[in-house]
Every structure is written in C-alpha cells, then in structure tokens.
C-alpha cells in the first residue's frame, strides 16, 4: 500500500515516469487489485520481480538505480514465496529520486524507546478499552492494531470514546460502546461462494484516469442503493480455501469427498498423483511421504 499511495502522489506532483519496483509478482503484492489497477490506469509503471541493489550518485545526486531480477523460491515466514535473486541479470534505471516505501511503522520520537510500549510493532493497550498502561492514554487505529483498514481504525476510536466517557462521567456517562458483531456461519458463506471468483469493485469513478492525475481531489462518487448492496454482497475470495471443493471436482480416483464443507482424503482410494495440491488454490493440501 505506502509504495502504490506513494506512486500515485509522485504523479500528481508532476513527475515524469514513475515506477515501482517490487521483488515478488503482482499475486503476492500487498495491496488490493483495485488499487493497483487505478495506479496503472494512471501512468505508475509497476516492475515485478526485480529489486534495488545500488543507487548510483554523482556530486550527491541521484543519477539513476541499479536493479537485479529475481524469481520465486519456496515460502518464508510471511508465507509468501520468497525472492532468489538471479545472477548476472543487473540492469540500471535512470531516476533523478528515490522513495523507499518499505511497509508502515509507528513513528517515534529521538528520545522514546517504542521497545517499552510497544509489541510487535503496536502500542500496548487494552484490546476493550485502548487505555495504554499509562491511566488517561489512550491508542487507536493502526498505533494500537497494526497495520488495519479504516472501518477497524473508527471501531477503535469509538471504543476510545466510550471508555473516557465512562471514566470520566461514571454512571453520566452518555457514549454507547460499540457492540460487539457476531462472525458470520463461516461453512454457510463457503457452502453458497466456494467456488466463486473474487469480484471485482463496483467501479463508482467519475474522472478518468489521465484527468485524476492533475490533483488530489475525489474522482468517485457515492455508490446508489442498488450498488451499495451489490458492493457489500460480493465475494472477495478471502482465501480461507476450506469448503471451495476444487480438489474432490478433479480427483480422478473420486478419493476426496466433502465432510461438514469441508475436504476429506480417503488414502484407500487415493493414489498420490498430486493434482489437488497443485491445483488447491489456497495451498492447503500437501503430499506426505509414506513409509
């Protein structure tokens, strides 16, 4: 997300060509198919597989980036596949600025030791309240949640706001907390949108793309009732892959069946030729050697 925003305000500030190198492919980017469809559609050049390796200066300004390719290896703790990089495939790119738009992290004061207060890169703080542990503190948003979206960060804050109120007012007080919501029936959402697709956004824009460049203004419009429901109601292919049922739709020796929505392998029947793990679109199946 922070190397997209950062493209995107590049170009509304005037600048030329504006490319984003990532070491991974657009499947394991962390940044939503809409987002990165809107970057593109307004001029920001996105290059996979490739990372920085050298900037290159003369009298303190930047010249150009020397890049090398990279291809996908097995997965690391972000269970992401991680990126090899390729010897001997080093090209150089000529840029006048560079951003390092790595991620989001608190910030933090020259003399404040975030390792007292923070965990895991987030503000200690009650999960109910956000009270810090020093009384009258309090934390939201993504300081106290990490890395979140919006709807979390508001939750957050009203949750905040409910319990100062309270604290301040006692039985006076006049703030509602936030209820808490009830989880969906996980098996019913897989059951009816399994096999879906991810649907893509309801496109809402009333500028076009070589137009939104120019500012910073809003370039989409309230959704209609009609589309505020069609946008709620579609699937986002979260990626929870239990229920889907490719596997049992291939297996050929009809050895996977569905047990509470769920895929059950009957090694009887199995054979080990490995077309559900290869085809499992979440990854979670794996061949297991036996002895």
């Given at each position: 997300?922070?190397?997209?925003?950062?493209?995107?305000?590049?170009?509304?500030?005037?600048?030329?060509?504006?490319?984003?190198a990532y070491?991974?492919?657009?499947?394991e980017?962390?940044?939503?198919?809409e987002?990165?469809?809107?970057?593109?559609?307004e001029?920001?050049?996105?290059?996979?597989l490739?990372?920085?390796?050298?900037?290159?200066?003369?009298?303190?300004k930047?010249?150009?980036?020397?890049?090398?390719?990279?291809?996908?290896?097995?997965?690391?703790?972000?269970?992401?596949?991680?990126?090899?990089?390729?010897?001997?495939?080093?090209?150089?790119?000529?840029?006048?600025?560079?951003i390092?738009a790595?991620?989001?992290?608190?910030?933090?004061?020259?003399?404040?030791d975030?390792?007292?207060?923070?965990?895991?890169?987030?503000?200690?703080?009650?999960?109910?309240?956000?009270?810090?542990?020093?009384?009258?503190?309090y934390?939201?948003?993504?300081?106290?949640?990490?890395?979140?979206?919006?709807?979390?960060?508001?939750?957050?804050?009203?949750?905040?706001?409910?319990?100062?109120?309270?604290?301040?007012s006692?039985s006076?007080?006049?703030?509602?907390?936030?209820?808490?919501?009830?989880?969906?029936?996980?098996?019913?959402?897989?059951?009816?949108?399994?096999?879906?697709?991810?649907?893509a956004?309801?496109?809402n824009?009333?500028?076009?793309?070589?137009?939104?460049?120019?500012?910073?203004e809003?370039?989409?419009?309230?959704?209609?009732?009609t589309?505020?429901?069609?946008e709620?109601?579609?699937?986002?292919?979260?990626?929870?892959?239990?229920?889907?049922?490719?596997?049992?739709?291939?297996?050929?020796a009809?050895?996977?069946?569905?047990?509470?929505?769920?895929p059950f392998?009957?090694?009887?029947e199995?054979?080990?030729?490995?077309?559900?793990?290869?085809?499992?679109?979440?990854?979670n199946l794996e061949?297991?050697?036996s002895?």
């Open positions: 997300f922070s190397a997209v925003d950062a493209a995107r305000t590049c170009l509304r500030l005037g600048a030329g060509d504006v490319y984003i070491r991974r492919t657009k499947d980017m962390p940044a939503t198919p987002e990165i469809t809107e970057a593109e559609e001029g920001v050049k996105i290059m996979y490739v990372s920085p390796k050298q900037i290159v200066t003369d009298k303190g930047i010249e150009s980036i020397r890049l090398v390719n990279f291809v996908l290896g097995e997965k690391d703790a972000s269970d992401r596949r991680r990126p090899v990089e390729v010897e001997g495939t080093e090209f150089t790119l000529e840029a006048d600025t560079v390092s790595l991620g989001q992290q608190l910030d933090s004061l020259p003399d404040m975030l390792s007292k207060v923070a965990v895991d890169g987030k503000i200690k703080a009650d999960p109910n309240t956000f009270e810090t542990n020093i009384s009258g503190v934390t939201v948003g993504d300081a106290a949640l990490g890395a979140s979206d919006i709807i979390s960060a508001i939750a957050s804050g009203k949750r905040a706001a409910a319990a100062v109120d309270k604290k301040l006692g006076e007080a006049v703030i509602r907390p936030v209820e808490e919501l009830k989880q969906v029936d996980l098996n019913h959402v897989l059951e009816t949108k399994g096999n879906a697709p991810r649907t956004s309801v496109r824009y009333t500028v076009e793309a070589h137009k939104r460049i120019n500012g910073f809003l370039y989409s419009r309230p959704f209609t009732e589309e505020a429901v069609q709620a109601a579609r699937c986002l292919n979260c990626g929870c892959g239990e229920g889907c049922m490719i596997c049992a739709d291939i297996c050929n009809f050895a996977i069946s569905s047990v509470d929505t769920k392998v009957d090694k009887e199995c054979v080990g030729c490995g077309i559900c793990v290869w085809r499992c679109p979440n990854d061949m297991i050697p002895n």
